[in-house]
Nanobody
């Protein structure tokens, strides 16, 4: 079992930046970030595998996912934030990065609010 803890959420004005971080208790090949806004379905926004990264069209060019030297930590740098980026952001691990699904491990989430 892998435990995930997110940090770095908060409130920011449109056009600003935030950096989210996720610390995992163990290593998995694939880690990703998802988000869910009130009344909307959960959306996969970025994932990182050993050899590649992938992004949803809604964040491509604005968000960057990265895995540090400590491979059990994954960050999400979010630039040019928009009000529609407001959501609870969740870190996930152990899934299929190509499909963006099948993640068995989830964090509790961190709130991002863009005004």
């Amino acid at each position: 079992h892998v435990q995930l803890v997110e940090s770095g959420g908060g409130s920011v004005q449109a056009g600003g930046s935030l950096r989210l971080s996720c610390a995992a208790s163990g290593y998995t090949n694939c880690m990703g970030w998802f988000r869910q806004a009130p009344g909307r379905e959960r959306e996969g926004i970025a994932s990182v595998h050993v050899a590649y990264t992938s992004y949803a069209d809604s964040v491509k060019g604005r968000f960057t996912i990265s895995r540090g030297n400590a491979k059990n930590i994954v960050d999400l740098q979010m630039n040019s934030l928009k009000p529609e980026d407001t959501a609870m952001y969740y870190c996930a691990a152990g899934g299929d990065c190509r499909r963006g699904s099948g993640f068995p491990y989830w964090g509790r989430g961190t709130q991002v609010t863009v005004s």
